[in-house]
């Protein structure tokens, strides 16, 4: 199935100062988190940050940081985003709300990117995780995290693949202004 903007929403999950540095490409990711949350904005799908532990993490990345929702990043004990009081009720929100597709980029690919998209799952979401746009610390983690999402039938897309399904046309106005952050 497509990922359709306007029954979808981003999460982006604990790209944060300390952690991202450590990850097999964090340039990637963090690239890739920035595309999607400004593609994102432009076309208006609702995005979620999430930062873990933030006094022990630091925040998001500063690179992200203009792309934050008014609401900010939201801190978090839990490593599945799912489980967290203060996020959760978010996400049922906008499940109920009809945004049931859920794209997911961020870290770790084995630990919270993927505890959130199994979560998210358990909780009648239609989870897609953005792989070029999440990482873990070494790549045998990773190879893991994507093995078991696939077997879980969560949806594991590329950044272009999302972007792409989310404007659904060319030519547009959204369009002329995303392809411009692609090339």
């Known amino acids: 199935m497509l990922i359709r903007a306007e029954t979808s929403f981003l999460l982006i999950v604990d790209v944060q100062e300390r952690l991202a540095p450590v990850m097999t490409d964090p340039r990637r990711v963090i690239r890739g988190c920035a595309l999607l949350m400004r593609a994102a904005a432009q076309l208006g799908i609702p995005i979620v940050v999430s930062e873990q532990y ?11 940081r203009e792309w934050l929702p008014a609401d900010g990043a939201h801190a978090k004990l839990h490593f599945a985003c799912t489980d967290d009081p203060v996020i959760a009720p978010r996400l049922l929100a906008l499940r109920d709300a009809g945004r049931r597709q859920a794209v997911v980029a961020g870290l770790e690919a084995h630990v ?3 505890q959130t998209a199994l979560g998210l799952m358990d909780n009648d979401f239609e989870p897609f995780v953005v792989a070029d746009a999440s990482a873990s610390r070494r790549p045998d983690s990773e190879e ?3 093995a078991r999402l696939r077997h879980a039938g969560v949806g594991l897309v590329s950044l272009e693949m999302a972007l792409f399904e989310w404007l659904r046309v060319a030519g547009t106005a959204d369009f002329k202004a995303l392809i411009a952050l692609i090339k």
């Not at 933030?54 to 992200?64: E, K």
């Open 54 to 64: 933030p006094a022990g993490i630091g925040p998001t990345m500063f690179d992200l």
């Open 112 to 114: 919270c990117v993927l």
């Open 144 to 146: 893991l995290a994507w």
